[in-house]
């Protein structure tokens, strides 16, 4: 943007636009350690785009490609708003970034930090100070301007980082892990800001985090990244209900997931044998294998159901006889553990109240089972 364009002039992208950033075929590596492995990823404008992983992922790799703090050992290409920035360094390139420690000047004031990019790029001290006032307003803190930064509790830091960040107004933010040094409830607090920053200002956001809670909540688009891989790319919703592998259903919080053979797979259903009984769910993978394959599937804990009794037969469900083990109380619910033919069993109760006492049967829909490669 102009130095004349204020946050305001912001306006969603047209349908269709091309991507804003575009990287074909990375490659990167530590020490002959592969950290990414032809990797391909686009953003389009105004995208709130979550790059999701373990550590050594790769994901915190790849931020640092798109910002020019890393130059890849190998890539096909690498454009920022349809512009090749493969040879263009990190301060030339239209996009800033948010760290998760913050990194301000603690010998400076709050409005000294913010302004701190723009005195750089060799901005007048007016223009400097009203668009430093601005990106305060914007992150809450339009009255902490003459703060010291030692003065601010860790939030109010963090909105300092973000408002010095979005002060140069740039095409993406890239944001690493920025909420990872928060407690609990500011951390979520945040993220309702993060969301409603990202809609007002209409800029494509690129978000680097290990919380699959945090990538559900605020994302437009996923990618999950495996071993300096992408194991699974989508919306949130598609990537929670219908992970694609095992790997991706425990990292999206699956609790119980089995190996077993596939004895049928037709019309979007599979049929799986696991510690010799049947059980039928949804298939989810990726290319169909061969029958007797080792495939993976998968039950959340909420999805579960506990019975004292044995329960009516249904088509619509698989049922397994079990035995209660342990328990764990978590306030808004109960863990409970039962034995089953196939392995202990997590069932997530929310009433514990109506819940069976001494159950003896779990049952759950198979469409709320998955079936997915192992």
Same mark, same amino acid.
């Given at each position: 943007?102009?130095?004349?364009?204020?946050?305001?002039?912001?306006?969603?992208?047209?349908?269709?636009?091309?991507?804003?950033?575009?990287?074909? %075929?990375?490659?990167?590596?530590?020490?002959?350690?592969?950290?990414?492995?032809?990797?391909?990823? /686009?953003? $389009?404008?105004?995208?709130?785009?979550?790059?999701?992983?373990?550590?050594?992922?790769?994901? =915190?790799?790849?931020?640092?490609?798109?910002?020019?703090?890393?130059?890849?050992?190998?890539?096909?290409?690498?454009?920022?708003?349809?512009?090749?920035?493969?040879? *263009?360094?990190?301060?030339? !390139?239209?996009?800033?970034? *948010?760290?998760? %420690?913050?990194?301000?000047?603690?010998?400076?004031?709050?409005? $000294? %930090? *913010?302004?701190?990019?723009?005195?750089?790029?060799?901005?007048?001290?007016?223009?400097?100070?009203? @668009?430093? !006032?601005?990106?305060?307003?914007?992150?809450?803190?339009? #009255? +902490?301007?003459?703060?010291?930064?030692?003065?601010?509790?860790?939030?109010?830091?963090?909105?300092?980082?973000?408002?010095?960040?979005?002060?140069?107004?740039?095409?993406?933010?890239?944001?690493?892990?920025?909420?990872?040094?928060?407690?609990?409830?500011?951390?979520?607090?945040?993220?309702?800001?993060? +969301?409603?920053?990202?809609?007002?200002?209409?800029?494509?956001?690129?978000?680097?985090?290990?919380?699959?809670?945090?990538?559900?909540?605020?994302?437009?688009?996923?990618?999950?990244?495996?071993?300096?891989?992408?194991?699974?790319?989508?919306?949130?919703?598609?990537?929670?209900? /219908?992970?694609?592998?095992?790997?991706?259903?425990?990292? +999206?919080?699956?609790?119980?997931?089995? #190996?077993?053979?596939?004895?049928?797979?037709?019309?979007?259903?599979? &049929?799986? /044998?696991?510690?010799?009984? @049947?059980?039928?769910?949804?298939?989810?993978?990726?290319?169909?294998?061969?029958?007797?394959?080792?495939?993976?599937?998968?039950?959340?804990?909420?999805?579960?159901?506990?019975?004292?009794? /044995?329960?009516?037969?249904?088509?619509?469900?698989?049922?397994?006889?079990?035995?209660?083990?342990?328990?764990?109380?978590?306030?808004?619910?109960?863990?409970?553990?039962?034995? =089953?033919?196939?392995?202990?069993?997590?069932?997530?109760?929310?009433?514990? $109240?109506? &819940?069976?006492?001494?159950? &003896?049967?779990?049952?759950?829909?198979?469409?709320?089972?998955? *079936? +997915? %490669?192992?």
């Amino acid at each position: 943007m102009s130095s004349s364009t204020t946050f305001a002039d912001a306006a969603p992208a047209p349908r269709h636009a091309p991507p804003i950033l575009e990287i074909v %075929n990375a490659v990167h590596a530590y020490d002959g350690v592969v950290a990414l492995d032809n990797v391909s990823v /686009s953003a $389009a404008p105004g995208e709130f785009l979550t790059i999701l992983g373990e550590s050594g992922s790769g994901k =915190t790799t790849l931020l640092r490609l798109i910002s020019g703090l890393e130059k890849p050992y190998r890539v096909g290409t690498l454009k920022l708003e349809g512009v090749d920035v493969r040879e *263009v360094p990190a301060f030339q !390139r239209n996009c800033t970034t *948010v760290f998760q %420690n913050y990194a301000l000047f603690p010998h400076m004031s709050v409005g $000294a %930090n *913010v302004e701190y990019g723009l005195k750089v790029r060799g901005l007048p001290p007016k223009e400097r100070e009203a @668009r430093a !006032r601005e990106a305060l307003r914007l992150v809450q803190l339009q #009255e +902490m301007y003459d703060r010291k930064v030692h003065q601010l509790s860790g939030g109010q830091r963090q909105r300092v980082a973000l408002a010095r960040a979005l002060v140069p107004r740039p095409a993406i933010l890239l944001l690493d892990e920025p909420l990872g040094a928060l407690d609990e409830k500011l951390r979520v607090d945040m993220q309702v800001e993060l +969301m409603q920053l990202h809609k007002q200002l209409g800029m494509t956001f690129i978000y680097i985090t290990h919380s699959q809670e945090e990538a559900l909540t605020m994302s437009d688009r996923i990618i999950l990244m495996r071993k300096g891989k992408i194991e699974q790319a989508g919306p949130p919703a598609e990537i929670f209900d /219908s992970p694609i592998s095992s790997f991706a259903a425990k990292f +999206m919080g699956v609790d119980n997931c089995f #190996e077993g053979e596939l004895d049928a797979l037709a019309d979007g259903w599979a &049929s799986v /044998s696991v510690g010799g009984r @049947r059980i039928d769910g949804r298939w989810t993978g990726k290319a169909a294998p061969k029958l007797g394959s080792k495939v993976a599937v998968g039950m959340r804990a909420e999805w579960l159901q506990l019975a004292d009794t /044995s329960p009516e037969p249904s088509t619509g469900h698989n049922v397994l006889d079990c035995v209660a083990e342990a328990s764990i109380y978590k306030g808004k619910y109960l863990d409970r553990t039962v034995k =089953t033919p196939l392995g202990p069993l997590k069932a997530r109760i929310w009433d514990a $109240a109506s &819940s069976a006492r001494n159950p &003896s049967f779990v049952r759950w829909k198979k469409g709320d089972c998955i *079936v +997915m %490669n192992a």
